[in-house]
């Protein structure tokens, strides 16, 4: 029987032979010892966002690669501090604060103005003064004015009163007087109620403080005349309205001296005057200068200042019988209350 082979004649199976190790692989067998020298690598964990984590690439790859191999580096991901949400590291921007450009421009309740640092600094311990002191935040509109949320219908008069002490005209005195009070500005609160119309409201309010019910009266007045309109589904209303500035009733001719206001009385001759005028409201006595139509002008305007709109008129006054010859003979108004 024949065998086939590179072998001789003697059967015998040839001897293994091992040749030499590629040049690449003695080359790995090289990289892994110098590796064994190496410091082992510190572990760094990073957080990334889900989805994002690549899987670790090998070491080595399975197949034959040379020592410039590398793996692609991850990108790089934001370490978050766990103890702090994630939108507190957005920083607010700083609210402006100053300095102030010497030349200021004012935008006031959409009136446009232009003045000095210096005149808003004027007088100490007002609003504006602490506003642009630099200590506050003052919003400014689209076109960088700062901005001031109040009517600038009269804040002219406040920037002519910084400026050169100059006080508004007799028809906006009351205006201006209120918005000195919203600016605390104290030298032209002072300056103001020294002047018309002011120092005759405070002359005005003294006569009126003499009649304790006079505002009780004024709200009897709105309401009566509402309830009235509404009842009759008119336009107008009207009051019967008494207004005497004499205790005493009038008396005839021949008693003239009853008809003094101060005329002493005992308490029993008084309880024979006292009664009650037919009428809806009635105002007094008092003891002032100030006559009847003083008061009936006070009445018709403090009416107006509330958009009241009434006239009125005398139509006779109360004749009810008192004691003997004295009859009662106080005036009476008629009040015409227009609502539209």
């Not at 040749?19 to 020298?37: C, D, K, N």
């Not at 935040?137 to 100059?166: M, S």
């Not at 009266?217 to 009235?228: D, Y």
Request: charged share 25%.
């Amino acid at each position: 029987m024949q065998h086939h082979g590179t072998a001789g004649s003697s059967g015998e199976r040839p001897a293994l032979s091992f040749s030499p190790l590629p040049a690449a692989t003695t080359r790995v067998r090289r990289f892994i010892q110098e590796r064994r020298t190496l410091p082992l690598p510190r572990v760094m964990v990073v957080f990334s966002a889900a989805g994002d984590t690549d899987k670790p690439g090998d070491a080595m790859s399975s197949s034959d690669s040379t020592e410039d191999d590398f793996r692609k580096a991850a990108a790089p991901a934001a370490i978050l501090n766990p103890s702090k949400p994630v939108g507190s590291s957005l920083k607010a921007p700083e609210q402006e604060v100053g300095p102030f450009p010497e030349v200021i421009a004012l935008n006031v309740g959409g009136s446009y103005f232009t003045t000095r640092l210096s005149t808003l600094r004027r007088c100490e311990d007002t609003m504006l003064a602490a506003m642009f002191s630099g200590r506050h935040y003052i919003p400014r509109d689209t076109d960088g004015r700062f901005f001031i949320d109040r009517d600038g219908a009269y804040f002219g008069d406040i920037l002519n009163f910084l400026r050169e002490g100059e006080l508004p005209h007799r028809d906006r005195v009351r205006a201006v007087h209120k918005e000195a009070q919203y600016y605390s500005i104290g030298p032209l609160l002072d300056s103001l109620e020294d002047t018309q119309p002011l120092t005759g409201e405070k002359v005005r309010q003294a006569f009126l403080d003499l009649l304790p019910y006079y505002k009780d009266n004024l709200e009897r007045i709105v309401e009566i005349a509402k309830l009235r309109a509404m009842q009759k589904k008119a336009r107008f209303a009207k009051l019967k309205i008494c207004v005497y500035k004499e205790e005493m009733p009038i008396t005839p001719y021949e008693r003239p001296l009853f008809n003094s206001l101060r005329f002493e009385r005992s308490d029993s001759e008084a309880k024979l005057f006292e009664h009650h005028c037919e009428v809806d409201v009635s105002f007094g006595p008092w003891e002032a200068v100030a006559d009847v139509y003083d008061l009936l002008h006070c009445i018709v305007g403090d009416l107006a200042e509330r958009g009241i709109a009434a006239e009125q008129q005398c139509i006779g006054v109360c004749d009810k019988h008192l004691i003997n010859h004295y009859y009662c003979k106080r005036p009476i108004y008629e009040f015409k209350i227009t609502w539209w």
